[in-house]
């Protein structure tokens, strides 16, 4: 069996604990196609799991890395949308932090126009997420509105290219002021450092009073009552993640036809109907956005312009960045 080489470690720890080794090269199965990586990127995911955190799931590879970038160099049976050569990106279910990476065909998107592969391998993990939570999860339209916690991480920039690409009105939450001014350099039309100011009051004050159509956290615990507040009628709060807990159960409708938890829609006591009529009317919406998403990009499901960074203002550089892994130049 052919080797490669790949980041590894044995027991959980610091940096320190991580080696390069040769391993055994992964090969396609149905539907999948084997990627030779030039970059992969680092998220906490990642880090979690080398601290012992986060073990990977059963199915899963167990090295390190989700996302990555490269050439297609082989396909499985039954692959049809990719041939070797291709140019791609992908999330991967473990396994990014080596020479070649499994993916399946569906998580492969094509490398944007003008975005190197080193920085293509720091999509598909927050493109993936957002389109998931903000279209198919939040049924987000053009002319909404939307506040995304975290504006300057890698989530929060994504929602804000996403976002302005789709007409939307974006707030954001950062820590910092530099972040703050990093996010508005970015294309969010307000950002609000939640250190100096109440997030709640500053989005009332913005939107007359009338909230925002949509949340993004990542909080969770006490923000849930504060962005409920923040929500207009019948708006939804999604959660991607809870690192203060899930907050007070009466104040959470979770979505029990979801099997993932931890992406939750939390509605203030909102009649199961109105519920209803807002998913109903958001599939509509989201044929629209698709429809849109095909007109405006080059056919890989990001709309042009989305994926090319723009240089934040000076002071903001450290604000709105991610650790990439370059594997191999030549891939």
Known sequence: MAGMAAIVFEEPGTAEVLRLEDVSRPEPGPGEVLIAVAAAGVNQPDILQRLGRYPAPKDASPLLGLEVSGRVVACGPGVARWTRGDLVCALVNGGGYADYAVAPEGQCLPVPPGVSLLDAAGLPETYFTVWSTLFERAYADAGESVLVHGGSSGIGVTTIQLAKAFDMTVFVTAGTAAKCAACLQLGADAAIDYRQQDFVA????????????????????????????????????????????????????????????????????????????????????????RRRTAARGDGSGIPAGAGRRRAPPRGGARSCRQVLLAVNADA
């Not at 923000?223 to 959660?239: H, Q, S």
């Not at 809870?242 to 009466?250: L, V």
């Open 202 to 289: 500053e989005v009332r004050s913005l939107t007359d009073g009338r909230g925002v159509d949509i949340v993004l956290d990542m909080v969770g615990g006490d923000y849930v009552p504060r962005n409920i507040a923040c929500l207009a009628e019948n708006g939804p709060c999604v959660d991607r993640r809870t690192e203060r807990g899930a907050g007070d159960p009466q104040h959470v409708r979770c979505d029990a036809s979801t099997p993932d938890l931890d992406r939750r829609d939390a509605a203030p006591a909102l009649d199961p109907v109105q519920v209803g009529d807002r998913r109903r009317s958001g599939g509509r919406r989201l044929a629209t956005v």
